[in-house]
């Protein structure tokens, strides 16, 4: 796929820091308000999938490689299930513990005094215990996952340049 | 009317048939049904704030109480994403 013109470029630049800022936003706060890490990664992408169309495949892929977010998606991936995994191993450090798979383990001690709060309100950010931290794995992995998904689709049924 | 035909108006006979009594048998919408549903739906929503911290309820259900069932939606994007790469891979050079 080819670039668009230069009005159309010039918009998406624009536009392009703004939802993606939206979209991190929606990441971050996915234990307080609507969303999480489906539909925030949703929107990155997308943005990202706006740069894809403005700028044209070959473009983009001359800057970022496949190769690159299919390790960032796994990266996404092993981050969710250790922090499942987490639930079961910490049993061995807190006596007084019953762990299960997926278990919040964080929420609830004063050990590590991160997300340990309780939320009382929408603006305690350091509340949920494990949930940002799985909410930030599974945006990683849904930003990674859908945009080679589209990169990898507009990049394979490319029309060449000057035919 | 080949056999096999003939078969699949049977299966799909039979299929229509279960979905209309799983319809007729489903309880009215909104009312709350004690004997099938005792406190599952009452219980989450008075313990998630205290349990989990998070002030949203639908997440703190997708990724904690359900847990697992995220762990699947994630396979299936990582199988969506490992299935589109491998059927585009012959059209790159």
């Known amino acids: ?163 | 009317m080949s056999g096999r035909n003939f078969a699949a108006i049977i299966f799909f006979a039979i299929v229509a048939v279960f979905l209309a009594f799983g319809a007729l048998m489903m309880h009215p919408f909104g009312e709350f049904d004690e004997e099938n549903y005792p406190e599952m739906d009452q219980y989450i929503i008075d313990n998630t704030q205290n349990e989990t911290g998070a002030d949203n309820g639908v997440t703190s259900v997708v990724f904690d109480y359900r847990g697992f069932d995220t762990l699947g939606e994630a396979t299936v994007l990582f199988t969506a994403v490992a299935g589109v790469v491998l059927l585009f891979r012959r059209l790159k050079k």
């Open chain 1, 1 to 163: 796929m080819i670039g668009m013109s230069k009005i159309v470029r010039t918009i998406t630049s624009a536009v392009f820091p703004f939802v993606m800022i939206y979209g991190l936003y929606v990441i971050a706060h996915g234990h307080l308000t609507p969303g999480g890490g489906f539909q925030g990664g949703a929107v990155v992408a997308s943005s990202l999938a706006m740069i894809l169309v403005a700028y044209g495949s070959v473009w983009v892929v001359g800057r970022i490689k496949e190769k690159h977010l299919s390790i960032l998606e796994s990266l996404g991936a092993i981050g969710f299930i250790g922090l499942g995994f987490l639930g079961i191993i910490l049993v061995l450090f807190y006596s007084s513990y019953e762990g299960s798979f997926f278990k919040n383990f964080l929420i609830g001690q004063n050990t590590i005094p991160i997300f340990n709060e309780i939320g009382k309100g929408l603006s305690n950010i350091n509340t949920a215990g494990v949930l940002p931290l799985m909410n930030f794995a599974v945006g990683l992995k849904v930003i990674a996952g859908l945009f080679v998904i589209v990169l990898v689709m507009a990049y394979a049924t490319r029309v060449k340049e000057g035919k």
